[in-house]
């Protein structure tokens, strides 16, 4: 494309050295240029399918390539699986003590209440006999005793199953909504690096070439293919000095080329700050006429992809209003 540039900015040139009429200073000598993007995956990994070939258009999301996956598949499944453990084991501790865990508390509850019964009946049986002196003080310390130990069962029987109807610990819950959280943030890591391993168009445009062919081992980083937007097609075009002072960029213009038979309209979007010359160049001002600037327009998108990159274009400036 450099060469190309050369060779219009030297024809440009000659036809201000041979004298270019007065009348024809609305019209410009110009080429097709385009910026490609080079779409690439940031993973490495062998080349699996190629949906796109040379020269085909897309459209905005279509599937351009895929890269071999396994390990990135095989990680989402794992982190699903992660996800699946974190969650259940949260579930469970917010549940209290199965059903058949409750119930044997609960028997083990009555009993002791049970035994509780016993113990006050034996206790208040001993306390009117020790009055009449009929058992010894010994024996009714025992009874005592046993009372207390019976009551002091029941109440951490009551606490027990209390408890077991609840959930877990408010710090344990913590830690398992934590866990959940992390199995979380890894299978949005997986996920990524499964997505990584295959693209689709970011914009519709033109497949203007590939590089690799399924089968092919692709660095990380290394464009695929290049891609072609209407977008990033622009009319590149030179003024003389004389001229450029004249214009700004959003300057409407027409252009066309070989075969059109019609005039399509362009924006100017960018004026070189530098001015382009062939040496030697000496800053008279009989020399100041064969500076010339080279400025840069963009077509409608609805034709741009009827042009190609490198394609010669006559430009006509339209006067300014």
């Known amino acids: 494309m450099d060469r190309f540039w050369l060779?219009?900015?030297?024809?440009?040139?000659?036809?201000?050295?041979?004298?270019?009429?007065?009348?024809?200073?609305?019209?410009?000598?110009?080429?097709?240029?385009?910026?490609?993007?080079q779409i690439a995956a940031p993973l490495a990994g062998q080349l699996e399918t190629l949906s796109v070939r040379r020269g085909m258009r897309v459209a905005a999301g279509d599937p351009l390539f895929i890269l071999e996956h396994v390990l990135?598949?095989?990680?989402?499944?794992?982190?699903?699986?992660?996800?699946?453990?974190?969650t259940s084991q949260l579930t469970d501790l917010t549940k209290g003590k199965r059903p058949s865990e409750l119930k044997a508390l609960e028997s083990h509850l009555a009993q002791a209440e049970a035994a509780q019964v016993?113990?006050?009946?034996?206790?208040?049986?001993?306390?009117?006999?020790?009055?009449e002196q009929s058992v010894s003080q010994e024996?009714?310390?025992?009874?005592?005793?046993?009372?207390?130990?019976?009551?002091?069962?029941?109440?951490?029987?009551?606490?027990?199953l209390e408890t077991a109807k609840l959930g877990a610990r408010i710090d344990v819950l913590e830690t398992a909504?934590?866990?959940?959280?992390?199995?979380?943030?890894r299978l949005l890591q997986a996920r990524w690096k499964q997505d990584q391993k295959s693209r689709t168009a970011p914009q519709s445009g033109l497949v203007f070439d590939t590089y690799y062919t399924p089968g092919e081992f692709v660095p990380a980083g290394y464009p695929?293919?290049?891609?072609?937007?209407?977008?990033?097609?622009?009319?590149?075009f030179f003024v003389p000095e004389t001229v450029v002072g004249t214009l700004q960029v959003g300057h409407h213009l027409?252009?066309?080329?070989?075969?059109?038979?019609?005039?399509?309209?362009?924006?100017?979007?960018?004026?070189?700050?530098?001015?382009?010359?062939?040496?030697?160049?000496?800053y008279s001002r009989e020399a100041r006429s064969k500076?010339?600037?080279?400025?840069?327009?963009?077509?409608?998108?609805a034709v741009a992809l009827d042009l190609h990159p490198g394609q010669p274009v006559d430009v006509r400036l339209e006067p300014r209003s």
């Open 7 to 37: 060779a219009t900015l030297s024809l440009f040139l000659l036809s201000l050295s041979t004298g270019c009429g007065q009348s024809k200073n609305d019209h410009y000598q110009g080429y097709v240029e385009g910026e490609y993007q």
């Open 72 to 86: 990135e598949s095989a990680g989402v499944a794992e982190a699903e699986q992660g996800v699946a453990r974190a």
């Open 118 to 131: 016993l113990a006050q009946k034996e206790f208040d049986r001993l306390e009117k006999l020790v009055r």
């Open 139 to 160: 024996a009714h310390d025992r009874a005592a005793s046993e009372l207390v130990r019976t009551a002091a069962l029941v109440d951490e029987l009551t606490a027990n």
């Open 177 to 185: 909504r934590v866990e959940v959280r992390a199995a979380g943030e």
């Open 224 to 236: 695929v293919l290049s891609l072609l937007s209407p977008g990033q097609i622009k009319i590149r």
């Open 254 to 282: 027409t252009f066309t080329f070989d075969g059109a038979g019609k005039n399509y309209d362009a924006t100017i979007t960018y004026i070189s700050p530098q001015a382009e010359y062939t040496p030697p160049v000496i």
């Open 291 to 301: 500076l010339v600037f080279m400025l840069e327009a963009r077509p409608d998108p």
